[in-house]
């Protein structure tokens, strides 16, 4: 199966690191998305989207650019996230951060066939003069957490 992951990775390279352990799993193509060609993403099978939340959103690059998708029936599609805010937070939040890029997706007819966030490491605001939120995240456990999500991606892309 031919997969893409397309990301946006800011500030301290969190969802980066997500991409990639998903991506070696998936043996998927890493795309930027500000180097993605919208068009050129029909040729894979399988996409993924992902970013930082910003203001309980995916990044407006990101955004920018699924809205300007063709549509793609038949194409499977995965949404992820790396946030600054608490383990439970990140869990409780998932599909409402993740709401607005699903919409999209699935206005471009993709089949959204899985979701994962997990914490990363925040220097905004006030935290900046704390040292920072959530230090060293994505830690070994997220990152294999984010491993067992690709495997199970990859199962249920095999099953269908």
């Known amino acids: 199966m031919k997969t893409a992951i397309v990301f946006v990775s800011i500030h301290h390279g969190n969802t980066e690191k997500i991409a990639r352990e998903i991506a070696n799993i998936l043996e998927a193509k890493l795309l930027k998305a500000e180097e993605a060609d919208p068009?050129?993403?029909?040729?894979?099978?399988?996409?993924g989207f992902g970013s930082g939340i910003y203001y309980s959103k995916h990044h407006k690059k990101l955004l920018q650019l699924v809205h300007t998708l063709p549509t793609m029936e038949r194409k499977k599609a995965f949404v992820f996230s790396t946030a600054g805010v608490s383990d439970q937070l990140v869990e409780r939040n998932l599909y409402k951060n993740h709401q607005a890029i699903r919409n999209a997706l699935t206005d471009k007819r993709l089949d959204i066939i899985g979701d994962f966030s997990?914490?990363?490491?925040?220097?905004w605001a006030y935290y900046?003069?704390?040292?920072?939120?959530?230090?060293?995240?994505?830690?070994?456990?997220?990152?294999?957490?984010?491993?067992?999500?690709?495997?199970?991606?990859?199962?249920?892309?095999?099953?269908?």
């Open 39 to 47: 068009t050129s993403l029909s040729e894979f099978d399988l996409l």
């Open 118 to 123: 997990c914490c990363g490491f925040m220097t």
């Open 128 to 160: 900046r003069f704390l040292g920072g939120r959530n230090k060293d995240r994505p830690n070994r456990d997220d990152l294999e957490k984010a491993r067992v999500f690709a495997e199970n991606l990859k199962r249920k892309v095999q099953m269908k």
